[in-house]
């Protein structure tokens, strides 16, 4: 059986959902940030400048920026209430309306009476957003912190600047313990580019939609219907009876991973048909793929369900 999203309508649309620009803290103005991430074969982004007082609650306008082969999704990293570990939340809502109402979020600290995080992602959930649990390590979050984000689409598993510039990009085993307390969400790879640094074109979603424009890609997304890499692609999994097929770019090693530390993965040269075995993963509620290039590049599926196919 074919997987989504590879039978969803359409084409794949490669996209970056997390990128400042110094309407913010980043270098570049929005005009520039949308030419480079076009020039560099994308074809759309959202610009999720930080949702803050300093910065008087910016959703950075980038409709000026759309045109007949690249277009933008308006959003923001929004900033509100402490994690346990006393710092101010960091969450990407993609989609925002651009009237979103701001927070009460002076700075990057935490101040009394403003919403929780929990309470933030849910407004931008229900004003439309696709939500995400930005950069799990960077942030230092518990897992009690995550399982508080209720309204989460998306953890973010890969975010290019924490990785190149604080080493702490990963937000992988949190996504995993999520997924074994049997949280259904969904895992995306970002740049979270500022351009001070090496930070951008390093992560991005690969989204199947109908046309690369706003509703369908948000639509798409919010349906789980991407993968994200750092660039492998994939080109379809199949769940057989009692193996997984992928394919996808030359890879050197294709792992499916499953609750516990289950994972069964094939190794070879140049491989792009690849079948592996399940064996004990055919017990685990979920599954997903990783496939890895002579690069050591990654690409990952999404969680797949198996009991709910
Ligand atoms: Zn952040
Ligand atoms: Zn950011």
């Known amino acids: 059986m074919l997987l989504p999203p590879f039978t969803a309508a359409g084409s794949f649309f490669r996209g970056n959902l997390h990128t400042h620009s110094n309407v913010t803290d980043g270098a570049l103005d929005p005009a520039e940030v949308c030419r480079r991430y076009k020039a560099e074969g994308y074809d759309f982004i959202s610009l999720t400048d930080h949702f803050v007082g300093r910065w008087d609650y910016p959703i950075t306008d980038t409709l000026p920026f759309r045109d007949d082969r690249f277009t933008t ?88 600047g924490a990785h190149s510039l604080s080493d702490r990009g990963t937000g992988m085993p949190m996504l995993e313990l999520l997924l074994s307390e049997g949280r259904d969400l969904t895992l995306i790879a970002t740049d979270d ?25 948000l639509a798409a997304l919010k349906a789980g219907h991407f993968y994200a890499s750092q660039g492998p692609e994939i080109h379809g999994i199949w769940l057989e009876d009692s193996q997984v097929r992928v394919a996808c770019s030359a890879a050197s090693i294709v792992v499916v991973q499953a609750h516990g530390n289950a994972a069964e993965m094939a190794v070879g040269d140049a491989m792009t048909d690849v079948r592996v075995e399940l064996g004990r993963l055919s017990k685990s509620p979920w599954l997903r793929v990783t496939v890895i290039d002579r690069a050591g590049k990654r690409a990952w599926s999404n969680p797949v369900w198996p009991g709910t196919l």
């Open 193 to 217: 580019a500022h351009f001070k640094g090496p930070d951008a074109f390093g992560g991005w979603v690969m989204v199947k939609a109908a046309e690369n424009d706003p509703e369908h890609l």
């Open 73 to 160: 999704l308006l959003g923001a990293e929004l900033h509100s209430g402490a994690q346990a570990n006393g710092e101010l939340w960091h969450l990407l809502a993609v989609g925002l309306p651009a009237d979103f109402a701001p927070s009460n979020s002076p700075d990057f600290q935490p101040v009394a009476g403003q919403e929780t995080g929990a309470e933030i992602a849910m407004r931008a959930r229900e004003a439309g957003a696709f939500v995400a649990i930005a950069h799990p390590q960077w942030s230092g979050l518990t897992m009690e912190d995550a399982r508080s984000i209720t309204a989460a689409h998306a953890v973010e598993i890969y975010n290019h």
